[in-house]
């Protein structure tokens, strides 16, 4: 069996502080953006984004912690939460300090204990942000576009069916799109300096001679000009400090190495990296200017152990550096990963996960050119990492083929059973042709692909993929709410208020045809709706919010001089994801049987009882929970509602595209979006209650699933993975007696691969038993590490909502 | 269709991913009837060739809310049980209570009751109808070296389904393992031999008188059983429960290595079963007295690797589990 050895003693350390974090909120960013708008408040975006990216790399505070090997900070504190104004982000703390009695403890405000995570700001900061929010009301990205909505808005807004369109509506343009895997082997290969240099020439070749396209062009090279200006100065004032710590320092040990830190910074601030320290390093530095810039959503490391190893390579071939030496540096990039937590509106949180910062990092997998397995050292070193620390975040993707090593499975198995749902197993075999067929890859760059955010699939360093559109993230137009909808004569039973669109009521329905037409044309007419609103922000956003920090890296706008916003990309597509389909399925599957097949009740009564919640018609409820087949059993009565239900949701996938993208990709994964979800639908005829949670992600309804791991992967064979580029999400919890011994392991392994080898396209497993999360509910100091997977991120057991723990219970325990 | 296709098996279960029940990925079809009476039997409900009934308390939902089975029950063995809270909603709840006792077997309750509070344990299947379940799982067996169990109860007690069960599922070219006591006819070993790549070979006790204290039965037919099957070209996973106080003496731990020897090379693996209290819940649901008491403990890892490390001296491969 796989074992995992001990960390350094610092490391620990610092793993300590971050386990402890107080995120704190401070005004530093919001005060240096708020006086770089006030001296470019009318010049063009593009370069009023990138002066103040300038502005930040000059005037934000640079920290090194004694316990540190990379450096890089969002703030003056070692968990500092910047606030990003001009999108908006400040208000939910100016207000929620107020509104929710924050506790003043000298000088600084707490937020309630009964929060998941731990928050901070001090008084000054917080009256500071409330200060700006009269200059901000009228000057944030979204505000122009939010000043005007396309129709329809509004009846998205009434009917409740997202949480990110609710009542009275929310910002169109609240965040960036995010979600992206950036250029680093070109940030570390060629460095600021080279990139900057290309952006010159052309500026030099055209001045004076802007003609059609040039002057944006011009504008866009001027932005990279700019922000890699203020990339070298970052640099340069981080190797700055460890020279000054360096003169400080009495220690010898941590003298050389906070001097061999200094001149490695100094040089990265416009060279491409020499060893393996200055291409973590300078990895890290690129992923602070992401996160200072603005509040990135999702920006993935990508494929970590491939653009890392030829460095480590060539360290260990010089003798530069051990493994242990180079694993110590690992564990410490992955816990300076874990410190760009930023503070989240208590909402959002319940949805995304506390501590998850949705810096994805992608391992294993085939090499592009030969397409051989292209696992190295950094591959096992990763999980290391991982395994030892009982790291939740960021989330882990081990891409699986053919030839994956058995002795890598064994690693990857052994971090699953000391990390909940980590790694996320993926089939390259399902998703290489996947990127090809959907967004026309070449096999090159499709089997270079990554992934990010929860788990959507994305090229590496040439794909601007809004796997979640603009803002506000489609992974969260509620399917089952839609399906309810299509019951109901397009009324929401939950509010009562009327679509638009009309379907007829399930009683007037005589055929499951009929029920499934009624579903498909809500869904088509609601899908279109949404995607209108989108398409209307993505659309503007290029102007408001261009990205010319995150287009230098990427292949193609280099190249073109077209922002990533506009298109400049190599590769473009958007997309969503239909979360929790099994609950439709075994709806579908339930009026099927119940009422036209076996005729055990009428349309009526069963619309009656589910309408009624279940109250008064508890035994119905029971006949169905026990007779009607469910999703997860590998029982083709109710598969074949589900292999309608996904290829519905594709078929309308492929009506939708935008000015940008001709290609919507369809998903079926979620972050914990199912368990929000049961709090804005309706009971639905399966027998699920109004609040339960609906299924999650790709996986069975909890509990559904009564016949064992096999048939659950056999059910979701039943329809054709190789068209959800957007990514799938199946979670299955094992006991853990099934990983006691390295048979078992291999037993896993083995069911993992035959499972891929019939088309399955990912997995991820929860390895806990019920006993043991029961005690962790009862006595959360003895289980503070205990980490499980929701759907798209893993966190902290007893960090997690009482719901979101219940609902880990109430999946089925496969054991032996 | 042929005959032998027809014929029908008493069946209490069939688990797909048994990990634990011989090599590779495996599905386990579980027999209902064994002539044995472990004390430590984990499967009680495996005991009786019978269907049975069988009541899991954890699953009704209240005579309030149903009591179906109070209006059905034509003996009067489901009453009114006392006054209970609902730890999910804080509702008072009466829920129903089974008495075996009166119980007539007739199974009226569990048609009406929904939740599976009351219910059958043990279907009749035709060696068909279990072959189509089994053929889902092929796929998942390939990779792994695994295939298809049957074990029990005692399988080999029903002879004709499981002999012609092997017969289909080993001619698909799916690896197959029979778990036996060892207690039966020579004859029904010998029908099975040509279909059966592995016997999972229980040894409970090496002295026969204990065994026979112990388990009800002998073991001079179980060792010769093994013999014949070493002898006829059979391999043998041989299973040792380990429970403390009733087998697990380093003397008897001995005696079955010594035996394994005498094996030779029929004996592929001795995998050692440390006891666990796993069946108690079961033995409630059939209302059936535990003859274990809950204050046995399992025996440590220590001991378990003690005894492992015993069969390797040996020269027989062990392990634990």
Redesign the interface.
Known sequence: MYQFSPATERILRMREIIRERIVRYDSERARIVTESNKRNEHVPPMIKRARLLYDLCEQMTILVEDTELIVGNKGPHFFSSPGFPEWGNTDWVVDDVVNRGWELRDGIYYNPPADGIKYCISKEDHEYLSSIMPYWKERKMGTMIDAWKPEGYEELAALEISQYVPKGGMSLFGLPAGHIICGYPKIINMGYGAIRKQAQDWIDEHRGNLMGDDVNKYMFYTAVVITCDGASLLARRYAAKCEEMAAACTEPGRKAELEKMAGGLAWLAENPARDFWEALQGVMLYQVLLQIFEKIPGPAIGRFDQYTWPYLKKDLEEGKLTMEQAQELVDAFFLKLNCYYGAGMPKLVDVTGVGNTYQNTTIGGVDPITGEDASNPVTYMVFETVGRLKMHDPTLVFRTHKGTPDKLWECAIATSKMVGGLPLYYNDDVVIPCMMNEVGYSLEDARNYGCIGCQEIVGSGNDYPMPNGAYPPHATLYWAAIFDMAMNDGLNPLNGVQASMHTGYLYEMNSIEEVRAAVEKMGTYLMRLYISINNYAESLGPFFAPEPLLSMSIEGCMESGKDCTAGGAKYNSFGGTATGLATLADSLATIKYMCFDKKICTTRELYDAYMANWEGHELLRQRILKEVPHFGNNDPYVDEEMAWCVDMYYRICKQLYSTRSKVYKAGLYGSADHIVQGHYTWATPDGRKYPDAIADAASPAQSRDKKGPIQVFNSSNCYDHTKFLGGIALNLRMHPSVLSNDEGIAKLRDMTKAYFANGGMEVQYNVVDTDTLRAAQADPEQYRDLVVRIAGYSAYFVELGRDLQDDIIARNENRI | MSEQSQIKGKIYDI??????DGP??R?TVFLKGCPLRCPWCHSPESQSFLTQMSYTATRC?GTE??G?CLRVCPAQAVEQGKEEVNPADKSVLHKAVWHRDRCLQCAACTQVC???ALSLCGKDYTVDEVADILR??Y??F???D?GVTVSGGEPLSQIDFTEALLKVVHGEGVHTAVDTTGFVPQEAIRRVLPYTDLFLYDLKHMDSAEHERITGVPNELIHENARFIARSGGKMQIRVPVIPTYNDSEENIRRVAEFCVELGDAVTVVQLLPFHHFGSAKYERMQMYDPIPMTLESPSDETMERYRALMESYGLPA???
Request: proline residues 4%.
């Open positions: 688990q797909g991913f048994s990990v634990h590779g990925i599905t939902i809310l149903c179906e929904f939740p599976e889902a799982d796929a998942y390939s990779g792994s695994g392990i634990i589990h």
